[in-house]
Antibody, heavy 125, light 109 residues
Framework: EVLLEQSAGEMKKPGDFLKISCQGSGYNFATDWIGWVRQMPGKGLEWLGVIYPGDSDARYSPTFQGQVTLSVDKSISTAYLYWRGLQPSDTAIYYC??????????????????WGQGTLVTVSS | QSALTQPPSVSGTPGQTVTISCSGSTSDIGRRTVHWYQQLPGTAPKLLIHTDDQRPSGVPDRFSASKSGTSATLAITGLHSDDEAHYYCALWDDRLNGVFGGGTKLTVL
């Protein structure tokens, strides 16, 4: 069974550093991309970016480029999302999910199939 | 990519059929496959439909989807009270850049 287990919620102050984690199990973690999604309070889903555990290739949505950093430690099947200086506007639930791909009529099709339970990050002074 | 456009809300009574639209453009829906997610209150999103119209195992056949041109549609037949949730369409391009629709809240009256 594919599982993505995320770290517990965090309460931080503006300017704090934070790293949250997402540990995969039940599949070959190194060969599937891990994506991250933000959901601000009462709002919809936003694509943040993706990282490939095999070689740490990370790609960011333009909205989040420079705002956050993705990393991974494939030896422990864990992906990370971190901030060097949190802002109140970073308050949200952050989900990790496996980005699966299929080949359909010669084209790659990507979608998130299994999701973590989410990590609530609260930033307040 | 610009966000995909969904109606903010739809509603129906138990047993009815409801549809949720997802509108895009020739550069997104017109070129990529569309996927649908269900987010029940207080839970993580769940994959409902992938690759335009494919149901993962375990998803009831009351849920179906289609795509035509620059629009996609999710249909839910035989509406149940526990279908009450937010529904999102989404797609990814070859550079793995993703975009979600704004989400539609389904209310079962």
């Amino acid at each position: 069974e594919v599982l993505l287990e995320q770290s517990a919620g965090e309460m931080k102050k503006p300017g704090d550093f934070l790293k949250i984690s997402c540990q995969g199990s039940g599949y070959n973690f190194a060969t599937d991309w891990i994506g991250w999604v933000r959901q601000m309070p009462g709002k919809g889903l936003e694509w943040l970016g993706v990282i490939y555990p095999g070689d740490s290739d990370a790609r960011y949505s333009p909205t989040f480029q420079g705002q956050v950093t993705l990393s991974v430690d494939k030896s422990i099947s864990t992906a990370y999302l971190y901030w060097r200086g949190l802002q109140p506007s970073d308050t949200a639930i952050y989900y990790c999910a496996r980005l699966r791909y299929d080949i359909v009529t010669g084209y790659y099709v990507y979608y998130l199939d299994y999701w973590g339970q989410g990590t609530l990050v609260t930033v307040s002074s | 990519q610009s966000a995909l456009t969904q109606p903010p809300s739809v509603s129906g009574t138990p047993g009815q059929t409801v549809t949720i639209s997802c509108s895009g453009s020739t550069s997104d829906i017109g070129r990529r496959t569309v996927h649908w997610y269900q987010q029940l209150p207080g839970t993580a999103p769940k994959l409902l439909i992938h690759t335009d119209d494919q149901r993962p195992s375990g998803v009831p056949d009351r849920f179906s989807a289609s795509k035509s041109g620059t629009s996609a549609t999710l249909a839910i037949t035989g509406l149940h009270s526990d279908d009450e949730a937010h529904y999102y369409c989404a797609l990814w391009d070859d550079r793995l850049n993703g975009v979600f629709g704004g989400g539609t809240k389904l209310t079962v009256l």
